[in-house]
């Protein structure tokens, strides 16, 4: 199958490790190759899931907690699935095609198979130095991955669940590559749509109307036990450094804690009226996506005015940064976009 296949790992991960190899055409590719048992021991784990969610029905009572492990079950065990991973790969190598500063390798579709995946090798700079760059390329950088992981949710209701710093390579050409789409999300387009008009409510300060639109859509399933205003303080202090900032913030470790603990932890300053509310299963990894690459953005401590890059998805403004401007050029030529 190959010319030559290198006998040492040059990554792994929690389910596989990646090989690089020659194909007999010249072509350099990366093989991914799933660790033998891997699978039935990640669905025996599973099985703990139950008691766990046992836990998080007793610290939050009005969580569907059924529906949520549901939605872990299913994502995870798509995971275990290359040739799926392969699809959803594809689609966004499809996508990213010709973009002007974002990278997604091609997948060798006639190797690939479910335990064994098989992409275009790409080489660039790794998380650890970029780390290390000056401001300016850090502020580049993170705007692209915000670009990358949001807008994939927003323009094209499909998205990589996993924003990792291993996830991503600086390419000597300036672009960014984005690789592995094992936890993955499609979305319809009604809970996009929801989330992008709750986005706006919290930008606008409109406390009523985010209270309406998430007791509308199940996410209060006592609405009268949730004040609006407390409602739009806990939500606002989740997503405040792209929704109301509208300033250049630079993120930092402290800044994405003190998200993190407002969002989940039961000392944050609204969890006891907000354990009220449930989480509806198809928005979950949206949300663990955001915080993830909250989280990525601050370890690179990158400065920008994040809100109006977000305006572009949230009320279709123009771009006001010159990547932005560089995409909507893409995207108008290429005929896809919001």
């Not at 915000?146 to 669940?161: D, I």
Request: a negative charge; hydrophobic letters at 45%.
């Amino acid at each position: 199958m190959f010319e030559s296949f290198a006998q040492e790992p040059i990554a792994a991960a929690s389910i596989g490790q990646v090989y690089r190899a020659t194909l007999h055409d010249g072509r350099e590719v990366a093989v991914k190759v799933q660790y033998p048992g891997v699978a039935a021991a990640v669905r025996a784990d599973m099985q703990n899931l139950d008691m766990i969610m046992r836990l998080l029905k007793r610290m939050t009572p009005g969580m569907d907690a059924k529906a949520i492990a549901a939605e872990i079950r299913e994502r995870i065990g798509e995971e275990l699935d290359y040739e799926l991973e392969a699809q959803n790969h594809s689609a966004l190598a499809r996508i990213f095609r010709g973009h002007p500063f974002i990278a997604v390798p091609e997948v060798i579709t006639s190797l690939s198979r479910e335990r064994v995946l098989v992409t275009e090798f790409v080489q660039g700079v790794g998380f650890e130095e970029l780390k290390r760059r000056p401001q300016s390329e850090r502020d580049r950088i993170g705007e692209i991955v915000f670009r990358f992981f949001l807008g994939c949710l927003y323009r094209h209701r499909q998205f990589s669940g996993d924003p990792h710093p291993g996830n991503f390579l600086l390419l000597a050409d300036g672009r960014v590559a984005f690789l592995d789409f094992g936890l993955f999300k499609r979305m319809q387009r009604e809970p996009v749509a929801l989330e992008l008009a709750c986005q706006r409510a919290v930008s606008e300060g409109d406390a009523a109307e985010l209270h309406r639109l998430l007791a509308q859509s199940g996410f209060l399933p006592e609405p009268d036990r949730v004040d609006p205003g407390h409602l739009l303080a806990f939500i606002g202090e989740a997503i405040w450094w792209y929704t109301t900032a509208d300033e250049p913030v630079q993120l930092t470790p402290e800044i994405a804690t003190q998200v993190m603990i407002e969002s989940s932890d039961p000392r944050s300053s609204y969890f006891a009226e907000m354990r009220h509310q449930d989480m509806r299963p198809e928005h979950l990894f949206g949300r663990r996506m955001e915080l993830l690459t909250l989280a990525v953005l601050s370890q690179l401590r990158a400065r920008a005015n994040w809100h109006r890059i977000a305006r572009e998805w949230m009320y279709g403004d123009d771009p006001v940064t010159e990547l932005g401007r560089e995409e909507a050029e893409f995207y108008a030529h290429a005929g896809v976009g919001a």
